[in-house]
């Protein structure tokens, strides 16, 4: 069955330095997608970043890359240079297949960025 | 261009009620769905469409729960009667269609209807 495990509760990181939330995945399927979303204490889920099964680059937004291991079935979100404003929820999502838009979601770490 | 637009943002009534949220996609996106967040449960998908026609409502809990698309503008999830259980964030979110380049395409949330039943 489709799985997404986010195993870090919480997780503390310095002002400007990097951060690694993990997110391992399971599934059957060849094709798949897999996202990143941030929810910040005012309540809204913003997409942050995007990884295909078949990519053959790690994704890279901005501030944000992706630390795609397929074989170990992980999909970490990095975050370079923490900000104060990183302080947040951050979900690990994954859409199975190519024929559906359906999402399950991790449970989620928060990230606390400390001055 | 506006963002997927939920109402209520807070709405606060007494067990037994119905209640009714609301969700405007984002203009051109074919799917919708309906999301319920709470802390013991995290998020769960309850429903969603395509091009207006529920595709998978697996997730609604049970039986006071129905939504309907009845336009590609417009979305609704009621619950009838509501109960305390029922309180969390509800989100709706859209996507455009896919695959090829739309599969890559995130959904976009809504800022959620904070529910509170007493």
């Known amino acids: 069955a489709q799985k997404i495990t986010q195993t870090q509760p919480g997780m503390f990181v310095q002002e400007k330095e990097a951060v690694t939330l993990d997110c391992t995945y399971d599934?059957?399927?060849?094709?798949?997608?897999l996202f990143w979303y941030k929810q910040p204490s005012s309540g809204e889920m913003i997409f942050l970043i995007y990884?295909?099964?078949?990519?053959?680059q790690n994704a890279t937004e901005g501030r944000y890359s992706l630390n795609f291991q397929k074989a170990r079935k992980s999909a970490n979100l990095v975050i370079s240079a923490s900000q104060l404003g990183d302080s947040a929820m951050y979900f690990c999502?994954?859409?199975?297949?190519?024929?559906?838009?359906?999402?399950?979601f991790g449970t989620g770490t928060r990230l606390k960025v400390l001055a | 261009d506006a963002g997927v637009i939920q109402s209520p943002r807070h709405e606060v009534t007494e067990m037994g009620q119905e209640v009714t949220l609301r969700c405007k996609p984002i203009?051109?996106?074919?799917?919708l769905f309906w999301y319920r967040q709470t802390m013991m449960r995290g998020l769960e998908l309850l429903i969603y469409?395509?091009?207006?026609?529920?595709?998978?409502d697996s997730g609604m809990p049970e039986d006071r729960f129905s939504a309907k698309m009845p336009n590609a503008s417009f979305s609704t999830l009621k619950i009838q009667p509501s109960e305390p259980r029922d309180s969390a964030v509800y989100f709706c979110?859209?996507?455009?269609?896919?695959?090829?380049?739309?599969?890559?395409?995130?959904?976009?949330f809504g800022d959620g209807t904070r529910l509170s039943i007493l």
């Open positions: 979110a859209s996507s455009p269609i896919g695959p090829g380049t739309g599969a890559r395409q995130p959904q976009h």
């Open positions: 599934t059957s399927d060849q094709s798949y997608g």
């Open positions: 990884q295909g099964s078949y990519d053959e």
């Open positions: 999502a994954m859409r199975e297949g190519s024929g559906t838009y359906k999402y399950i």
């Open positions: 203009s051109g996106h074919d799917y």
């Open positions: 469409f395509n091009n207006n026609v529920p595709i998978d």
